[in-house]
């Protein structure tokens, strides 16, 4: 018996009605990038291990799908090192690949061997696919797209403005609401600072950002685990729970950080990002939330998220800047920040609230009938008219019943068909049919046309 075929988990296929609407929203978020002066750049799908190892922290690490050595890649290794069963210590000897995390680290990667064919500050955008060994669950997959957009080469914070205009735009355009949550690692360094474990930013900020999924009971309890003091862990309580408007968090903080050169500056980037955005008369509703951290241990700035407002799933957007990303690969001091919007998210979000277009640029527009070769020969300039004029057009391509005809074109969803009889021939026009209310009427080239531009 054949062997039924499947896929890994956590992966999809995508049939060409569910690529149109997928493409919708990478067109839709293509068309911003380019307004603001962003290029498109491509990275390899798989990249050096040395590359991509150190850069997300301990966990994320653990989710970098490693790629074997070609040909015997256990060549060379001593029986007593497969038998210490060590995969971490094996994993460098067999394994030199792997396949991206994300987009931002080779894009880094990427600047520095590029440095002398690009101009900064360099704007890009970049649209791939990413691979993450997780454990799948509704709105996580093991292969998704990020559609990323990145300033490097500046320190201004018009840059982070123009990035919340920029998600106020695609969530315009896409029509669904959202919720733009901001913090800074630098006031988050600040708190640690404040409640003395410095020395422990990254394992608390690895716990509070986790704060939507687990609550703050638990996360209390991660931080216990990291050996920070009990102590510390109380005083970092009211500080989280902060409640209030924007400018009513900020001033509490001010006195909260009062002593902390690093947690005030922070303070003072967001206070010149509100007022910006305040400027800009930004629409979209933005939130202070201290909760917010982003894993990632390369942000040092402002971290962004993007939560869907009428459906229940994780961040659609996120992102931050960071000060010496390029810096790992040998160019110190190059600043950048860049956000990442969530392609399979948002794809997801749009199919739960139906807000994709009635039709598709990728939609046949129009099928022509063939009930045989001499109609079919007189189908073909036609159809060499309409798709010089941009009119996505297609001919059933043998002869077949009507009935079967018409089902083909229902199936796919193309509102109009062209007949063609001995009749039309004789008057060299066309019957031209709209599918949607069965009208139907003789047409020539010039009139066919002007139909279906309208």
């Known amino acids: ?55 997300y922290g301990e966990e994320g690490d653990k989710l970098l799908f490693k790629i074997l050595n070609s040909g015997d890649y256990l060549n ?20 030199e690949k792997g396949l991206r995390y994300d987009l931002t680290v080779p894009f880094a990667r990427f600047v520095v061997q590029n440095r002398d064919k690009i101009t900064f500050p360099f704007k890009r955008y970049q649209i791939q696919p990413v691979w993450r060994a997780d454990r799948p669950q509704r709105g996580r997959y093991r292969e998704f797209y990020q559609c ?63 704060m939507d999924k687990i609550g703050l009971e638990k996360v209390n309890e991660e931080i216990a685990s ?82 869907a407002l009428d459906v229940e799933i994780g961040s659609i957007t996120g992102g931050g800047r960071y000060d010496n990303l390029t810096g790992v690969f040998g160019m110190e001091g190059v600043s950048g920040v860049g956000i990442s919007f969530g392609a399979d998210r948002i794809y997801d979000v749009l199919n739960q609230l139906n807000l994709y277009p009635e039709t598709s640029e990728e939609q046949t527009q129009i099928l022509f009938v063939s009930f045989g070769e001499k109609e079919l020969m007189y189908c073909l300039p036609w159809i060499h008219f309409l798709r010089n004029n941009k009119i996505n057009t297609e001919i059933y391509p043998e002869p077949a019943k009507m009935k079967k005809q018409m089902t083909y074109a229902d199936n796919k969803g193309i509102p109009f068909v062209a007949i063609v009889g001995e009749t039309e021939m004789n008057e060299g026009k066309v019957m031209l049919k709209n599918m949607k209310t069965g009208e139907q009427r003789l047409c020539n080239q010039t009139e066919l046309l002007s139909v279906m531009q309208f």
Do not use: H, W
């Not at 609401?177 to 913090?183: A, D, F, P, R, T």
């Open 1 to 55: 018996m054949a062997q039924k075929p499947s896929i890994p988990k956590g992966t999809r296929d995508f049939t060409p009605s569910e690529m149109a609407n997928r493409n919708y929203i990478f067109n839709t978020i293509k068309e911003v990038f380019r307004l603001y002066g962003f290029q498109q750049i491509e990275t390899p799908a798989m990249e050096n291990l040395s590359t991509l190892m150190g850069k």
């Open 76 to 95: 060379g290794l001593a029986d007593a090192e497969l038998l210490e069963r060590n995969s971490l210590k094996l994993t460098t000897k067999i394994s």
């Open 148 to 210: 990323d957009v990145d300033v490097v080469g500046s320190d201004s914070l018009l840059n982070e403005l123009e990035l919340i205009q920029i998600v106020d735009e695609v969530y315009r355009r896409l029509k669904i609401k959202v919720v733009i949550k901001i913090n800074n690692r630098k006031v988050l360094s600040g708190i640690a600072e404040i409640i003395g474990e410095a020395e422990k930013i990254t394992d608390i900020t690895v716990a509070i950002d986790k």
């Open 226 to 307: 990291k050996g920070i003091s009990a102590d510390a862990i109380d005083k970092l309580q009211p500080i989280l729970k902060l409640s209030g408007t924007n400018n009513e968090k900020l001033q509490q903080l001010k006195s909260v950080l009062a002593a902390s050169e690093i947690g005030l500056k922070g303070l003072a980037e967001l206070e010149t990002i509100f007022g910006l955005c305040e400027t800009m008369q930004v629409k979209t509703n933005i939130e202070l939330d201290l909760t917010l951290a982003r894993g990632l241990n390369y942000y040092t700035g402002a971290i962004f998220e993007v939560k």
